[in-house]
Structure formats: C-alpha cells, structure tokens
C-alpha cells in the first residue's frame, strides 16, 4: 500500500507536487496510473472519446481551464469509466451527478459541482501537455492521488 506522503518523502527531487485543491468525488480515494489528459473549454466530446478508448489502469487528466460555466463529467461518462476499468479522472473544472459519482468505483477529483451540462462541438486538444496546479501534466507520465495530495512522476513509483 502507497500513501503520496510517503512517495513525496522517498522520492522527493523526482517529482511534482500537484498544488491544486480538489474535491474528491469517486468512491475510490487512493488511485494511481498513467497520464492521458485532454484540454477542453465547456465541452466534453473530447472527454467521452478518451474514456471510450483508454487503456485499462489509465488517469484520464481533463484541463477545463477551471471554467465554473458548466460541468464537464457527470454520472453517465464516469459509468463508461468505471466499466472500462480506468483508475480515475481528474478534472480542472467541475462535475456534476454527485451523489451518483460516490457510487462509481473510481477516483475522481475535481474542483466542485456544477449542475448544468457542457456543450457538445468536439472541440479541444488531446494527449498534449497541461499546465495547472503549478505542474505540468503530460501524456505517459504517472499520477498517484489520495487523501493527501497529488503528484505526478516521470516513471512509475509503486511498487
């Protein structure tokens, strides 16, 4: 068993520290994995498609720009997740659904709730480097989240 404290302690000069808040909304609370992110702006198609199509075990990280104009994940995508057995999402930006999302066994983090949907054009970026958090998230590098924190490893530390 993991804890990022102890990660942070032991490998600390090859890290990053994730300086974001979260709110946890999954029902895991401890996830790790590879990085796949996507950049979207108040719509998530781009969202959908990676869920859809990601490896099992993958950390979908979605950069919404932390826009409070609509949620970007709701109980249907994080169902698809869940069933196609990817460790988490975490989002820079808002969900909604969530007393449903408590229920799905992933992790998943992201700044707050919003009720109303996102639009629906297919516009963004996928599997290009992301910045918030005062980190940099890139595609193929690893994510550990638990209780504690967030950070984020060129290789993979669990063992």
Sequence with gaps: MWKTADLCDEFENELQICRQSFRSFGKKEQFH???ATVKVKDDNVLVKEGLQ??????????DGGAS???ALLGDNLAAIAEERKLAGIIV???VRDSSELKNINIGILALGTMPNRSVKKGKGEKNISLQFGQVEWKSNEYVYADEDGVIISEKSLHR
Excluded: R, S
Aim: hydrophobic fraction near 30%; glycine fraction near 16%.
């Design 53 to 62: 199509t990601l490896p099992e075990g993958t950390v979908l990280v979605v």
């Design 33 to 35: 994995g590879k990085i």
């Design 68 to 70: 409070t104009n609509c």
């Design 92 to 94: 820079n930006g808002y």
